[in-house]
């Protein structure tokens, strides 16, 4: 008796002991890879067979319609807070604070007041008592509601992809004694930085980078796998915008329209932020007159598609060039043969995403996806309460092994098959039965007409 009670405490020990230790654990760990202006294209314009393995054991999203306007640092935080670039104030490379006359500018960016609009996963995360990492993504060596991530690398070109990875791979590992990180995120300036210099179109160049870029995929890969990593982190890999052509004949000048005094630039192209020193509407209507491949905007006028007016940090004046096209104050100079920060509903300014690891189901595809709905996905992922924010679950969900999702154009194809199928039973059998109907009757000569009326031969 005494011994079956003593075995039953152990019993309860044990298994306490097991619940506590998964408990700490909690779900697998997440690392979040960006390759600065990876256009969606890219994947069916070159080969990448280190990222092609990620897909195909994991999801591919095609199309990452990003937010406006497409720069680096305004979608680099849209991806780690879910929100539109005029709810977490960076929304571009150079702002302008009519308040406090202060200036962002992407070399001066650690001030606090231009991030604090918004808290990034590394920092929310804390709160679940998870510790982060941060690798050069914008924002991550600012002090956001008065923390950084548990650990950060402040931004330096020159550090090598592998020294980058090497960094969250120890911080994922951990001491020994202390868990691991819980949550990393990784930057990469390219293809970014190749597609400014060559431009998209330059299969050469660009295939180059490329082969570099999935290189550092195929790094990534044999890192986790070495270190024990693989099999139980979640991996994403996405991108902030992709790049249009540019070309000196795509050029517009805005000396051409109107004298410099009549405005202060904020910033330049293919976005012109500025403020009018004079006559507002005056200065709007030449601007607005300027050029066809040019669209001026009074701030009160922005499209609300493009979720960019409610911020005092707009300019009262937006002025967009059309895919393709540089907006320069004089001269003839082409200063990029790449660039982004078009409007996001043109595909080339879209990225993509793939997502592998424990939580991901195996050879999925999605055509689209949003990138403000990549936040509520990680939380998701890593159990954390999301922030306010202007994604949501419902498409992602489907990319989840836990859950299961209906393919709407394969429901509907299935539908309509068996809708087909079952009125080409029905014409047949009703043909059939009526050429059983009208066909001739064999034996009819036998039929005894079973007639009431018929009347006795004999009385
Ligand atoms: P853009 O192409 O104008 O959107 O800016 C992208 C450039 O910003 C990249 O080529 C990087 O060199 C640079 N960059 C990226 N992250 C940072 C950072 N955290 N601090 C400063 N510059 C950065
Ligand atoms: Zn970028
Ligand atoms: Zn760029």
Redesign the pocket.
Known sequence: MLLKILLGFLCGVVALAAENDTAQQGPPALLLVSF??FRADYLKRFPMPNLKLLYTQGVLVEQLTNVFIT???PNHYSLVTGLYAESHGILA?NMYDPVSHKHFH??N?TDPMWWNKAQPLWVTALDSGYKTGAV??????VIISNRTATHFMS?N?AVTFQQRLRNVTNWMLGDGKEPGVKFAAL?W?EP??SG?LFGPDNTTAMGEVLKEVDDNIGLLISELKETGLWGRTNILITS??GMAQCSAERLIRLDGCLHPDNYTLIDLSPVTALIPNKDPEAVFTLLNECHPHMTAYLKKAIPDRLHYRNNEWIQPIILIADEGWTIVQRGNKLPRLGD??YDNSLSSMHPFLVAAGPSFRQGYRISRLESVDVYPLMCHLLSVNPRPNNGTLTQARCMLAAETCWDVPLMIGLVVGVLLMLSIITVLFRALSQRRASGPRPFQRLQVDDDDDDDPLLE
Do not use: A, L, Q, V
């Open positions: 600065d202006g720069k680096t640092f490379s992407i070399n960016d050069m993504w914008p924002g991550s060596d931004y070109p930057y300036e970014d930085r400014h902030d915008h982004h920060g």
